[in-house]
């Protein structure tokens, strides 16, 4: 489960920062782990399965909320410059006349 978490906050950091073939090399570090750890652990054939498979869905699953994040962000940024030039495009239209 701490695995699960830390490769969704790992997904999202990659979103927010990088385009989408970053995610072949985060699940190709992200495997091995996951299978020493399911290994470690024990259990059934199924309990192991999961614990391989969770941290690969949560890895892609922050990013996609990574992406999320950044467009959110272009949005908001791209909304503060829109006003700030209309703004200004209206002081100097009235202050011409």
């Known amino acids: 489960m701490t695995l699960a978490l830390l490769s969704l906050l790992t997904g999202m950091t990659l979103g927010m920062r990088f385009k989408i073939l970053v995610l072949l090399p ?21 309990s192991m399965f999961l614990a391989v498979v969770m941290p690969i869905v949560g890895v892609q699953l922050g990013y996609l909320a990574g992406i999320g994040i950044r467009h959110s962000l272009a949005l908001a940024r ?12 209206q002081l100097t239209r009235h202050s011409a006349h």
């Open 26 to 46: 985060a699940i190709a570090c992200v495997l091995p782990i996951a299978i020493t750890v399911s290994l470690l652990e024990g259990g059934s054939a199924w």
């Open 78 to 89: 791209l909304s503060r410059l829109r006003n700030t030039f209309s703004g200004k495009a």
